[in-house]
């Protein structure tokens, strides 16, 4: 069983520009979950998707935007990048349950100068 | 709204000693809550939940928690600490509203000394 994986590990932008993370799910899992976790910080939340729709947001700007597709991979696009967007991004799997297990990958590590 | 707060961002242990981790909660419907624990440049691995069933869960390397309705708390413990367990706790309660998303607190990192 293949777990949860993100691509790339490391990605260094600057301010301004655009970024797209990427995200396989564990086998069986429709349900992906992406968040922001800054340096020192617990993770926060920015979306989820369902079955390739939106299932919650977070207070993240429209700027932060997501897909998911019919394999239920998933990307989380950023634009128009801040200092701030500096951070882990972390992507987690689930299946149908409410509440179930969260299944987390490594994390993407954006750093924007 | 939910919340969760962790007491204490830095906790220090002897190996052999009782690790005790902090977290209150707060909810209005009965919570979903969740410890996770994140190693230096990994992702977060699940140590143990609580979904309404019995109030003391076990989980993985002897890590356990007890659910504390009445003082809102959902505490980690361990009996020996270990070297390996050094590492980053998050706390964390399912929002069912918004399709069980996670609120996490703010982590406590767990020093173990020899």
């Known amino acids: 069983e293949t777990g949860v994986t993100q691509s790339p590990t490391h990605l260094i932008k600057t301010r301004g520009q655009q970024v797209t993370l990427r995200c396989s799910s564990q086998?069986?899992?429709?349900?992906v979950s992406w968040y922001q976790q800054a340096l020192g910080q617990g993770p926060q939340f920015i979306f989820q998707?369902?079955?390739?729709?939106?299932?919650g947001r977070g207070n993240f700007p429209p700027r932060f935007s997501g897909l998911q597709f019919p394999n239920y991979s998933s990307e989380l696009n950023v634009n128009a990048l801040e200092l701030d967007d500096s951070a882990l991004y972390l992507c987690?799997?689930?299946?149908?349950?409410?509440?179930?297990?969260?299944?987390f990958g490594p994390g993407t590590r954006l750093t924007v100068l | 709204a939910q919340s969760v707060t962790q007491l204490g961002s830095h906790v220090s242990v002897s190996e052999g000693a009782l690790v005790l981790l902090r977290c209150n909660y707060s909810?209005?419907?009965?919570?979903?809550l969740f410890w996770y624990v994140q190693y230096p440049n990994q992702g977060l691995q699940l140590l143990l939940k609580?979904?309404?069933?019995?109030?003391l869960v076990k989980g993985i390397n002897g890590f356990e928690a007890e659910f504390k309705k009445s003082e809102t708390s959902f505490h980690l413990t361990k009996p020996s600490a270990h070297m390996s367990d050094a590492a980053e706790y998050f706390c964390?309660?399912?929002?069912?509203?918004?399709?069980?998303?996670?609120?996490f607190g703010q982590g406590t990192e767990l020093s173990v000394k020899p």
């Open positions: 964390a309660v399912s929002d069912g509203n918004q399709g069980g998303k996670l609120i």
């Open positions: 086998s069986g899992h429709n349900t």
């Open positions: 998707y369902y079955r390739e729709e939106e299932n």
């Open positions: 609580y979904t309404s069933a019995a109030t």
């Open positions: 909810s209005s419907v009965p919570p979903y």
């Open positions: 987690a799997s689930s299946g149908d349950v409410l509440h179930n297990e969260q299944f």
